[in-house]
């Protein structure tokens, strides 16, 4: 007959057999049914929700402000401070307080920036036109902020302001179940189809 194997060599078998199995079950197959879900339920939220222009090039992301380049024909962003600027490996905030010198002559500085920029009193300029979200990834911009570029955006195409102004209402969001956040503008989806207005 076997000598039976000691206790604590039985332990460890035991906990190596557990072991294996919540490294089969949770490092592989739970990871395979959640990316299989993904997958076939919210593909495009997996994949990083990627905006594609006319032609079926990514250009974007809907989840993630990018710059353009004070290009006059186009609505601009809210500031970014991930990086150097919408970069989603190095997302985060200014981390200067309200009391910070610096962080009130650059906002000052960007305020008169954008208000000669935009042809607007410095008075107009609302504040997500100079501060940059928490995360400096923000793909949004308050509807005020996008009211103060549509002259500009619509002297720089040669079109009518009123052609801009219903383009901003058509991209223009509510607030997410009627009482999340604030109302808010796509400036991706509005430059592209400000691209196809002229």
Same mark, same amino acid.
């Given at each position: ?14 906990g190596?057999?557990?072991?294996l199995?919540?490294t089969?079950?949770c490092?592989?197959?739970y990871?395979?049914?959640?990316t299989g879900?993904?997958?076939t339920?919210f593909?495009?939220q997996?994949n ?7 032609k079926?090039?990514v250009v974007g992301?809907?989840?993630?402000g990018q ?11 809210r500031p ?9 490996t190095a ?5 200067k307080?309200?009391n910070?010198?610096g962080? *009130?002559?650059?906002?000052? *500085?960007?305020?008169a920036?954008?208000?000669k920029?935009?042809?607007?009193p410095?008075? *107009?300029v609302?504040?997500?036109a100079?501060?940059s979200?928490g995360?400096?990834?923000d793909?949004?911009?308050s509807?005020?902020? *996008?009211?103060?570029?549509v002259n500009r955006?619509?002297k720089?195409r040669?079109?009518s302001a009123?052609?801009?102004?219903a383009?901003v ?12 956040g604030?109302?808010r ?6 430059n592209?189809a ?5």
């Open positions: 007959m076997a000598k039976p194997l000691p206790t604590s060599v039985r332990n460890h078998l035991t190596l057999r557990i072991l199995l919540f089969v079950l490092g592989l197959l990871p395979l049914v959640i879900i993904s997958q339920a593909s495009s997996a990083g929700s990627m905006v594609k222009n006319t079926g090039q992301s809907s989840l993630i710059d353009f380049g004070n290009n006059p024909k186009y609505l601009q962003s970014s401070a991930a990086g150097k600027g919408y970069d989603p997302s985060g905030a200014t981390n307080g309200t910070d010198a962080l *009130a002559a650059t906002y000052t *500085a960007l305020k920036q954008i208000a920029f935009d042809g607007v410095e008075s *107009a609302p504040a997500d100079v501060t979200s995360s400096g990834l793909p949004d911009i509807p005020a902020y *996008a009211a103060i570029q955006v619509a720089a040669g079109v009123s052609q801009v102004e383009l209402k058509k991209y223009t969001q509510d607030r997410t179940l009627g009482f999340l604030e109302p503008v796509d400036v991706l989806q509005l592209l400000l691209n196809q207005l002229g």
